[in-house]
C-alpha cells in the first residue's frame, strides 16, 4: 500500500499553456506546474497552446532551478490500436524531466507503470475516479500516488475519502466547472463530432461562431447550433452545451448550469482539514495574466490563513466565467 | 455614396505600420511557429476608440491599415478598445477574461482568433518599447508622444466613440 505524504500547507498546483505562463506560474509561487503537449494527449488541445519537446525540457528546467515541479498531462483517451501518440507523449514526458505523469486511461497508466516505474503517477480528472474501491483499484494496479478528485464531491464525501484511500487527494480550488461526470461528458461530441475525452477539446473553437447583433447582444454557436444569446452587457461564458440557454417547458434559461467559475478560497480551512494534499488551479486555456492573478491569490490566501488572518474572498471575480463564482459542490446545498 | 478600397485605405500610415509590425514578428519566431496554419489567416483589428482598422497577416508579414469601417475581407475580427486590445497583446491581460466581461468581440474564424491570442501570450512583447526601437533616433521622442497620447487618451476615446 502506497504512503501518504502528508504537507502542513497544500501544493499548489497551477496551470500553463505556454512556456510563458510557466515561468509566470513558478514565478508567482507555484510549487507546481501542470502542462502538456501540443497535441491530442491532453485535455486542453486548443490552437496555439501547449508545448513542444523542446519546450517542455526547458520549462522543466526553468521550474527545478526555482524548486518547483512540473506534471506533464497525458490525460486523454486514445482509441484502440492507436496508442503510439500517448505512448510517446509518456516518454518524452519521462526524457524532459517532469516529476509526475497525470493519465485518465487505463492502457495508458498501465503502459507508464511498466516502462517508467521510478516516475510518479497522478490520475487525472478525466478519470472520474471518486469512490474508494475505483481509487484503491488504480493504486494497486498502477502504482498511482495521487488521484485528482472531480469536482462534484462535498467536503465531508472528500474526506471520508481520505480514510479510506492508501493515495493522495488533489482538489479544484479554482477555475472552470463541469457538471458532468468528468471524462465521461460527450456533450460536445453531439454538435461537434469531438469531445475532451477524446481529442482534448470541449466545444473545439474550430466549431465556435459568434455572431454580434445589431441591438448589442452576441449569439453563440456550437457547430449548428445557437446556444446562447447575451444581451448587451451581460457577461458571457463559455460556448459549452452545459452552459448553453436554451427553451425548455416553456421557458429559457440555463438548464444544466449558468456560466461560472469555482471559487474555494472561502472554503480552504475545511479543505485544509479534509486531509488534501494539493489545491489545483484550471485554466491552462487561460492567459498568463490569469495564472499569476490566481496563482498569487492563492499563495496569499495560504499565507493569511497560516498566520490566522480573515481570507480575501472576492479577488478574483474579474477572472470568473459569466462574471460570478461559486463553492460549487464544496459547500452543496442540494441533494 | 460608398468609397472605393483603396479610398479606405490609409496609405501614409501603413509604411510605419508595416515596419513595427515585421520588427516584432522578426523579434519574436516564435509567434509565427505557434501561429502554425493560422498564421495564413487575416485577422482584423477594430481599435473601437480610434479612426482605423488593421489586417494582419503573419504568413506574409503584411499588415494594412484602413479607415474605420471600411469594408476589408478578413478570416476572424477581434474589436475592443485601444489600451485593451494593447494589454490583450502583451499578456498583460487575460483574452477570456475579457471576452467574459464584453471589452473585447470576436467574430469569425474563432480558431484562428484562438491562436493569435495563445501565441501574442507566450511571446512576452512589449508593443510599445520594440515598435519606438524600429525607429532609432526618433524612439525618444516617439516616446515621448506615447506618453501624451496615453495622457490624451480618454479624449481621444470620446471623439471617436461611436
Known amino acids: ?335 | 455614396m460608398a468609397m472605393k478600397k483603396d479610398q479606405q485605405r490609409l496609405t501614409f500610415f501603413e509604411p510605419v505600420v508595416r515596419r513595427v509590425f515585421r520588427t516584432i514578428l522578426d523579434a519574436h519566431p516564435e509567434i509565427t511557429d505557434r501561429l502554425g496554419d493560422y498564421a495564413a489567416s487575416r485577422i482584423r483589428i477594430d481599435v473601437r476608440d480610434a479612426p482605423f482598422c488593421m489586417v494582419l497577416q503573419v504568413a506574409k508579414r503584411e499588415i494594412g491599415v484602413y479607415r474605420r469601417g471600411a469594408k476589408v475581407k478578413s478570416d476572424a475580427q477581434i474589436s475592443g478598445s485601444f489600451m485593451t486590445l494593447l494589454k490583450l497583446a502583451e499578456g498583460g491581460d487575460d483574452g477570456d477574461s475579457l471576452f467574459f466581461n464584453r471589452d473585447i468581440e470576436i467574430s469569425g474564424d474563432t480558431e484562428a482568433v484562438v491562436a493569435l491570442r495563445n501565441a501574442l501570450d507566450d511571446s512576452d512583447i512589449d508593443i510599445i518599447r520594440e515598435s519606438l526601437a524600429a525607429f532609432g533616433v526618433l524612439a525618444l521622442p516617439l516616446r515621448i508622444g506615447y506618453r501624451v497620447f496615453q495622457d490624451m487618451q480618454p479624449i481621444v476615446a470620446g471623439m471617436f466613440a461611436p
Open chain 1, 1 to 335: 500500500m502506497t504512503k501518504k505524504q502528508h504537507r502542513k500547507t497544500p501544493e499548489l498546483v497551477c496551470p500553463a499553456g505556454t512556456p510563458s505562463a510557466l515561468r509566470v506560474a513558478v514565478d508567482a509561487g507555484a510549487d507546481v506546474v501542470y502542462c502538456g503537449f501540443r497535441d491530442e494527449t491532453n485535455a486542453r488541445n486548443f490552437p496555439g497552446l501547449n508545448f513542444s519537446r523542446k519546450e517542455m525540457s526547458e520549462a522543466t528546467e526553468y521550474a527545478h532551478k526555482k524548486n518547483a515541479h512540473v506534471y506533464v498531462t497525458v490525460n486523454t483517451f486514445p482509441q484502440a490500436g492507436k496508442t503510439d501518440l500517448w505512448r510517446k507523449a509518456v516518454n518524452d514526458a519521462v526524457d524532459c524531466g517532469a516529476d509526475a505523469l497525470i493519465v485518465a486511461d487505463m492502457g495508458i497508466a498501465a503502459y507508464a507503470a511498466k516502462t517508467h516505474p521510478k516516475t510518479r503517477l497522478h490520475l487525472s480528472v478525466q478519470a472520474s475516479a471518486s469512490n474508494p474501491d475505483a481509487i484503491k483499484y488504480y493504486c494497486d494496479t498502477f502504482n498511482v500516488k495521487r488521484v485528482v478528485l472531480p469536482r462534484v464531491l462535498s467536503i465531508p464525501e472528500i474526506t471520508a475519502l481520505n480514510d479510506e484511500i492508501p493515495c493522495e487527494t488533489e482538489v479544484f480550488v479554482f477555475g472552470g466547472l463541469c457538471v458532468m461526470a468528468e471524462g465521461r461528458c460527450l456533450l460536445s461530441s453531439y454538435a461537434t463530432g469531438k469531445s475532451p475525452n477524446m481529442n482534448g477539446v470541449c466545444s473545439p473553437a474550430g466549431d465556435v461562431r459568434y455572431a454580434q447583433g445589431k441591438d448589442g447582444s452576441m449569439d453563440s454557436k456550437l457547430g449548428v447550433f445557437t446556444i446562447n444569446r447575451f444581451a448587451e452587457g451581460e457577461p458571457t461564458g463559455y460556448p459549452t452545451i452545459c452552459k448553453g440557454r436554451f427553451k425548455c417547458g416553456g421557458d429559457t434559461g440555463y438548464i444544466f448550469e449558468e456560466p461560472t467559475s469555482l471559487d474555494a478560497i472561502s472554503m480552504m480551512p475545511e479543505l485544509l482539514q479534509s486531509g488534501v494534499t494539493a489545491f489545483k488551479i484550471e485554466g491552462r486555456q487561460r492567459g498568463k495574466a490569469y495564472t499569476e492573478a490566481v496563482v498569487k491569490a492563492f499563495r496569499k490566501a495560504l499565507s493569511d490563513y497560516a498566520r490566522g488572518w480573515p481570507l480575501k474572498t472576492d479577488a478574483l471575480i474579474a477572472l470568473a466565467e459569466g462574471g460570478q463564482s461559486t463553492e460549487g459542490a464544496y459547500k452543496k446545498t442540494w441533494r
